[in-house]
């Protein structure tokens, strides 16, 4: 059998990535991060599509190059298709097309969100079927019962914000700079987690809502700001460790409800706030005191990367799920 090698897009949000995959192994995973949105405290979807625009041509270059791969040698193109900004998807779509319809190879669609979750067969040890894979990055929040590759159903999701979206505003509530979430864990590092506490709205059954605690933690600072002005200076890495424990105790309640109502002892994180240390930390935790098979992705398998997409992508191939020519970007994208 001929080398499957394919090469792998990812444009949904403010990170340009390439990837390169030979016969489910990466060869090459480059990531292009915009820096342009710092000075504006969050993702300007325009600017992200022209970066994109900027950083696509010498991204693929250089994945060749790391892969020592030509781009004859490839059986197909695979890129995300949704979900994410338009504009951002719209740039990798076109690239990936052009290039599949130049080369005469067939096109793979990728869901962002399916692939953070396929991140977890890049490398071993990879979960067992059917296992519960807590998604949380700066869009979603979503408790998936992964029953097969394609085969994903949502059991539980935020009714609001997304978990990535609490740290973020959090952040810059602190003023901590933009990217918040990965500064506010960094700062937490040298803090107290039980310091303060900040009530939080329950959902029902497994759904989240991280609103609630938002304005509470908003109004705490407000309240201790008129008492001390320097509070927050003086506290940060209490302040920080408090809210990202309330945080992360959010998430595990209803992953530790699922896992019990599904009978399920394989589970796992994805997606960008996955990275976060002390969701890391409470995790291993769980599993020595539930007896759980965990499985937490490498840092550059958590945040965004198209060696996810090229992974799904394998998969895609394997089980001859190919896209179309005549495919837009789908900026809201279902799981199931
Ligand atoms: O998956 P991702 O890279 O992009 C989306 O698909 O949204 O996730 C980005 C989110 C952002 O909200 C970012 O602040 C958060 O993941 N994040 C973190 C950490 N690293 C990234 N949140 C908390 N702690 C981290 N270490
Ligand atoms: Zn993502």
Same mark, same amino acid.
Request: aromatic residues 8%; negative net charge; proline residues 7%.
């Given at each position: 059998m001929s080398d499957r090698i394919l090469l792998a897009i990812e444009t949904s949000c403010d990170d340009t990535g390439v990837a390169i995959i030979k016969n489910g192994n990466i060869l090459a995973n480059v990531i292009s991060t915009q820096t342009v949105h710092e000075q504006y405290g969050g993702v300007v979807p325009e600017l992200a599509s022209r970066d994109h625009q900027r950083n696509i041509v010498p991204a693929v270059t250089q994945a060749f190059k790391l892969a020592n791969i030509e781009k004859n040698q490839l059986s197909a193109v695979a890129y995300t298709r949704g979900p994410g900004l338009l504009g951002s998807l719209l740039v990798g779509a076109s690239f990936a097309k052009a290039l599949a319809l130049?080369?005469?190879?067939?096109?793979?669609?990728?869901n962002h969100m399916e692939a953070h979750i396929l @991140?977890?067969?890049?490398?071993?040890?990879?979960?067992?079927?059917?296992?519960? *894979?807590?998604?949380?990055?700066? +869009?979603?929040?979503?408790?998936?019962?992964?029953?097969?590759?394609?085969? #994903?159903?949502?059991?539980? @999701?935020? !009714?609001?914000?997304?978990?990535?979206? @609490?740290?973020? %505003?959090?952040? %810059? #509530?602190?003023?901590?700079?933009?990217? +918040?979430?990965?500064?506010?864990?960094?700062?937490?590092? @040298?803090?107290?987690?039980? %310091?303060?506490s900040f009530p939080e709205v329950d959902m029902q059954g497994l759904n989240y809502s991280f609103s609630g605690i938002k304005t509470s933690f908003l109004y705490f600072l407000r309240d !201790?700001? &008129?008492?001390?002005?320097?509070?927050?200076?003086?506290?940060?890495?209490?302040? *920080?460790?408090? #809210? !990202?424990?309330?945080?992360?105790?959010?998430?595990? &309640?209803?992953?530790?409800?699922?896992?019990?109502?599904?009978?399920? %002892?394989?589970v796992a994180i994805a997606g960008g706030v996955s990275a976060n240390s002390w969701l890391r930390l409470k995790l291993q935790e769980e599993a020595v005191k539930y007896r759980w098979n965990i499985y937490i992705p490498a840092f550059e398998y958590c945040t965004d990367n198209a060696a996810m997409i090229a992974i799904a992508a394998h998969y895609k191939f394997v089980h001859g799920k190919f896209g179309s020519q005549k495919a837009s970007p789908l900026p809201r994208w279902s799981l199931e």
């Open positions: 130049g080369l005469q190879v067939p096109i793979i669609e990728v @991140a977890h067969f890049i490398d071993e040890p990879r979960p067992l079927f059917p296992f519960l *894979c807590l998604t949380v990055s700066g +869009g979603h929040t979503q408790i998936v019962l992964v029953k097969d590759f394609f085969e #994903m159903e949502v059991v539980g @999701a935020t !009714q609001d914000d997304a978990v990535g979206e @609490a740290f973020d %505003k959090a952040a %810059k #509530m602190l003023e901590i700079p933009y990217p +918040g979430g990965p500064l506010l864990d960094k700062i937490a590092l @040298a803090g107290d987690h039980t %310091k303060y !201790q700001k &008129k008492i001390n002005p320097d509070f927050i200076t003086e506290n940060l890495p209490d302040i *920080c460790a408090s #809210m !990202q424990a309330c945080l992360v105790e959010i998430l595990l &309640k209803k992953l530790r409800r699922a896992a019990k109502e599904f009978g399920i %002892k394989e």
